[in-house]
Protein backbone atom coordinates (compact mmCIF):
# COMPACT_ATOMS: atom_id res chain seq x y z
CA UNK A 1 0.00 0.00 0.00
CA UNK A 2 1.21 3.74 -1.06
CA UNK A 3 0.03 6.39 0.38
CA UNK A 4 1.25 10.00 -0.85
CA UNK A 5 -0.36 13.08 0.94
CA UNK A 6 -0.06 16.77 -1.18
CA UNK A 7 -2.03 19.65 -0.52
CA UNK A 8 -0.22 21.05 3.18
CA UNK A 9 0.98 24.92 3.23
CA UNK A 10 1.25 28.08 4.70
CA UNK A 11 -2.19 29.57 5.41
CA UNK A 12 -3.70 32.20 7.63
CA UNK A 13 -6.35 31.60 10.50
CA UNK A 14 -10.15 31.47 9.03
CA UNK A 15 -8.79 30.54 5.59
CA UNK A 16 -9.37 26.81 4.37
CA UNK A 17 -7.14 23.93 2.90
CA UNK A 18 -7.77 20.94 1.39
CA UNK A 19 -5.84 17.88 1.61
CA UNK A 20 -5.53 14.91 -0.87
CA UNK A 21 -4.30 11.01 -0.22
CA UNK A 22 -3.73 9.37 -3.32
CA UNK A 23 -3.81 5.70 -2.85
CA UNK A 24 -2.42 2.52 -4.38
CA UNK A 25 -1.29 -0.51 -3.96
CA UNK A 26 -4.47 -2.78 -3.75
CA UNK A 27 -7.79 -2.55 -3.63
CA UNK A 28 -9.32 -0.87 -0.50
CA UNK A 29 -12.53 -2.49 -0.58
CA UNK A 30 -13.45 -2.81 3.12
CA UNK A 31 -10.57 -0.55 4.25
CA UNK A 32 -10.72 2.84 6.02
CA UNK A 33 -8.49 5.65 5.30
CA UNK A 34 -7.93 8.18 7.81
CA UNK A 35 -5.91 11.35 8.45
CA UNK A 36 -3.64 12.12 11.92
CA UNK A 37 -1.60 15.15 12.85
CA UNK A 38 1.20 15.20 14.89
CA UNK A 39 3.43 18.45 16.15
CA UNK A 40 6.95 17.98 17.73
CA UNK A 41 6.74 16.46 21.19
CA UNK A 42 3.32 15.19 21.07
CA UNK A 43 1.96 11.55 20.05
CA UNK A 44 -0.15 11.40 16.37
CA UNK A 45 -3.37 12.22 17.02
CA UNK A 46 -6.76 10.77 14.99
CA UNK A 47 -8.24 13.48 13.31
CA UNK A 48 -10.85 11.65 10.99
CA UNK A 49 -11.65 9.00 8.52
CA UNK A 50 -14.01 7.08 6.30
CA UNK A 51 -14.96 3.68 5.38
CA UNK A 52 -13.98 2.92 1.44
CA UNK A 53 -17.74 1.31 1.08
CA UNK A 54 -19.92 3.08 2.38
CA UNK A 55 -18.18 6.27 2.94
CA UNK A 56 -18.69 6.51 6.87
CA UNK A 57 -17.11 9.11 8.44
CA UNK A 58 -15.60 9.67 12.06
CA UNK A 59 -13.86 12.80 13.31
CA UNK A 60 -12.16 14.10 16.38
CA UNK A 61 -14.17 16.06 18.83
CA UNK A 62 -11.34 19.11 17.93
CA UNK A 63 -11.90 19.63 14.22
CA UNK A 64 -15.88 18.08 14.00
CA UNK A 65 -17.86 20.79 12.24
CA UNK A 66 -15.02 22.47 10.54
CA UNK A 67 -13.19 19.61 8.44
CA UNK A 68 -14.94 17.18 6.33
CA UNK A 69 -13.31 13.88 4.78
CA UNK A 70 -14.63 12.36 1.15
CA UNK A 71 -12.90 9.76 -0.98
CA UNK A 72 -13.30 9.34 -4.95
CA UNK A 73 -13.10 5.58 -5.93
CA UNK A 74 -12.79 6.60 -9.17
CA UNK A 75 -9.26 7.73 -8.18
CA UNK A 76 -8.23 6.24 -5.40
CA UNK A 77 -8.06 9.78 -3.68
CA UNK A 78 -8.78 10.79 -0.04
CA UNK A 79 -9.21 14.49 0.97
CA UNK A 80 -9.44 16.34 3.76
CA UNK A 81 -11.28 19.72 3.58
CA UNK A 82 -10.43 22.26 6.38
CA UNK A 83 -12.72 25.25 7.44
CA UNK A 84 -11.85 28.42 9.76
CA UNK A 85 -8.33 27.21 10.62
CA UNK A 86 -6.91 27.75 13.59
CA UNK A 87 -3.13 27.91 14.69
CA UNK A 88 -4.15 25.23 17.12
CA UNK A 89 -4.55 23.13 13.34
CA UNK A 90 -0.65 23.30 12.77
CA UNK A 91 0.85 20.67 12.39
CA UNK A 92 2.11 17.67 9.95
CA UNK A 93 -0.66 16.25 8.56
CA UNK A 94 -0.59 11.83 7.48
CA UNK A 95 -2.47 10.07 5.79
CA UNK A 96 -3.45 6.50 7.13
CA UNK A 97 -4.95 2.84 5.71
CA UNK A 98 -6.60 0.80 8.03
CA UNK A 99 -7.92 -3.03 6.89
CA UNK A 100 -11.29 -3.64 8.68
CA UNK A 101 -12.80 -0.52 8.81
CA UNK A 102 -12.04 1.52 11.65
CA UNK A 103 -8.86 3.82 11.93
CA UNK A 104 -7.10 4.05 14.63
CA UNK A 105 -2.89 3.89 16.12
CA UNK A 106 -3.17 -0.18 16.51
CA UNK A 107 -5.14 -0.78 13.54
CA UNK A 108 -3.60 1.46 10.91
CA UNK A 109 -1.25 -0.52 8.00
CA UNK A 110 0.00 2.03 6.49
CA UNK A 111 1.13 5.69 6.75
CA UNK A 112 2.13 8.51 4.31
CA UNK A 113 5.07 10.36 4.28
CA UNK A 114 2.96 13.52 5.49
CA UNK A 115 2.45 16.95 4.63
CA UNK A 116 2.83 19.66 6.77
CA UNK A 117 0.52 22.45 7.52
CA UNK A 118 0.87 26.00 9.01
CA UNK A 119 -1.49 28.31 10.41
CA UNK A 120 -0.41 31.26 11.12
CA UNK A 121 -2.26 33.90 13.33
Known amino acids: VQLVESGGRLVHTGDSLRLSCAASGRTFTNWGIGWFRQTPGKEREFVASITWNLGTQRYSDSVRGRFAISRDKATNTVYLQMNSLNPEDTAVYYC???????????????WGQGTRVTVSS
Open 96 to 110: AAAPGGPVTLLTVHS
